[in-house]
């Protein structure tokens, strides 16, 4: 059976504790949450920090934290540092790359949010990518549109990226890609055109998460994406419980389609990412 990585993106820049209690905020609920999550089977954790307001914020600092205890008490766990702008200061957005995580987000264009406009100038997308490979920092290029599929292919010509980034699809954010099948299969054939030595994954936010995983496990994905960043909850009556309980249904979810889930080895080696 073909391994699967398990990502959990644990807290991201949006809910808050008001929305439901378990979504991690100090960097001690993060790392307790990320153990959580990794002792069901994540191998993978997408880290956002933010202020004690619960706002979002680029503080270094609370970026070392995480990334300590992560390593501390997640053995093997990749470490994946965001550099999205959702409540940011675009010049702020990579001052935590100098700390090395393995991999860091990477955003390839613009693209309407539900209140924002979700701003990635070619310049800044440059300027990420260059620090990026400087620090020796494997990208997962966000796909929020088919022409940011395009971006990430200029950035292999000027050679910024290499030519088997880790890709991720990003659907149901309201405005932006919608959650349809159908548009996975085009964005994939794309794909499949422009880097046809990427490894992939696709997230679903809110509601759509269950299926998206769904669709990207039928089609072989190599990963899948959960966590409270995207969804809060479990089904409309309930929450969720915390992070783990979601890595439990995406594992549940992994071993329904027949794959089973990587282990931290593994999904090192399916990443291309150094033990």
């Not at 089904?235 to 071993?255: C, G, H, K, P, Q």
Request: aromatic share 4%; proline share 6%; charged share 20%.
């Amino acid at each position: 059976m073909n391994p699967v990585v398990v990502a959990v993106a644990i807290t991201g820049s949006v809910p808050r504790k008001k929305d439901n209690p378990a979504v991690p905020i100090l960097p001690s609920e993060q790392i307790e949450s990320t153990q959580q999550a990794f002792e069901a089977g994540a191998t993978l954790a997408h880290i956002h920090v933010r202020n004690d307001d619960e706002t979002p914020s680029s503080d270094p600092q609370r970026f070392a934290l995480v990334q300590e205890g992560i390593r501390k008490h997640c053995p093997g766990m990749i470490v994946q540092f965001s550099t999205g702008g959702r409540g940011r200061d675009p010049s702020a957005r990579g001052s935590s790359l100098y700390l090395k995580p393995d991999m860091a987000s990477l955003s390839t264009g613009s693209v309407n949010f539900p209140t924002i406009v979700y701003e990635n100038s070619a310049a800044l997308v440059e300027t990420l990518a260059t620090g990026m490979k400087a620090a020796g920092i494997r990208p997962e290029i966000e796909i929020f549109d088919l022409s940011h599929l395009h971006g990430a292919r200029r950035l292999i010509e000027a050679g910024l990226i290499d030519p088997r980034p880790h890709v991720q699809f990003v659907m149901g954010v309201k405005n932006a890609m919608p959650a349809d099948e159908h548009v996975l299969d085009i964005l994939l054939a794309e794909l499949r055109r422009l880097i046809p030595k990427a490894t992939w994954t696709a997230a679903g936010i809110g509601r759509h998460q269950a299926e998206v995983m769904d669709w990207a496990l039928a089609r072989g994905a190599d990963a899948v994406r959960t966590g409270l960043e995207d969804n809060i909850r479990i089904d409309r009556t309930r929450l969720a419980a915390s992070n783990a309980e979601l890595v439990t249904i995406a594992a549940e979810a992994v071993t329904r389609h027949g794959r089973r889930i990587a282990t931290a080895a593994e999904a090192r080696s399916l990443l291309g990412i150094a033990g």
